[in-house]
């Protein structure tokens, strides 16, 4: 089976410039979150959809993260533009779930350096 | 509001001693409750979950979670640690509703030979 495939896998930029993520999560997964993992932190959820429609975006900042998830399959975090606190790994997941064996995947991440 | 706590930045543990690396919770609902590990440089690892049932559930590489309700505590163990379980260890709570998963701060497990 497939798992979650996230890319690129590093980028470098600088502050103020914009930068997008690519996530495809595992076929026929409905649910998709978007985490940001700051270095030694646990991950903190940015934005979870359930097929093409947002489901939570409370953690957002909407002023400069934006997220979607056309056809319900792959999805785009874009940061637009990047601060310095922004320098984190991006981690995508998805579910199948609901149920008793209902599991999250999570995709290896994208890391983001903002010099 | 959905929230998860790990009182412990780091748990230091003797090789062959029991271990346990705490997780209290605060959801809406009955909790789906998990816990997943991360090695350096590596993604997250699923290790077990609750859903119902058992309050004693089994997971991977020998660690085992109790969910006690009356407590919201989701607390890790294992009878006997292994230098290899060295690493960061986070609980994580999904509202059975909305399906919102948060994870908590994490914990380094430190295992000495």
């Known amino acids: 089976e497939a798992g979650v495939a996230q890319s690129p896998r590093y980028k470098i930029i600088e502050k103020r410039q914009s930068v997008a993520f690519w996530c495809n999560p595992i076929s026929g997964h409905a649910t998709l979150y978007w985490y940001q993992q700051i270095l030694g932190q646990g991950p903190k959820l940015l934005i979870q959809f359930q097929n093409n429609g947002v489901v939570d975006d409370s953690q957002l900042p909407k002023d400069r993260f934006s997220a979607e998830r056309l056809k319900g399959v792959d999805s785009t975090l874009k940061i637009q533009p990047a601060k310095l606190e922004d320098s984190a790994v991006y981690l995508c997941?998805?579910?199948f779930g609901p149920g008793t064996n209902e599991k999250l995947f999570f995709g290896s991440g994208t890391q983001l350096s903002v010099l | 509001a959905q929230s998860v706590a790990q009182p412990e930045d780091q748990v230091n543990v003797a090789e062959g001693n029991p271990l346990t690396v705490k997780c209290t919770y605060s959801v809406s609902g009955n909790p789906y409750l998990f816990w997943y590990v991360q090695y350096p440089n590596r993604g997250l690892q699923f290790l077990l979950k609750y859903i119902t049932g058992d309050n004693l559930v089994k997971g991977s590489y020998g660690f085992e979670a109790e969910f006690n309700k009356s407590q919201t505590s989701f607390h890790l163990k294992k009878p006997s640690a292994l230098v290899s379980d060295s690493a960061l260890y986070f609980c994580a709570v999904r509202a059975p509703r909305t399906g919102k998963l948060i994870f908590g701060q994490g914990t380094t497990l430190q295992v000495k030979p």
């Open positions: 997941a998805s579910r």
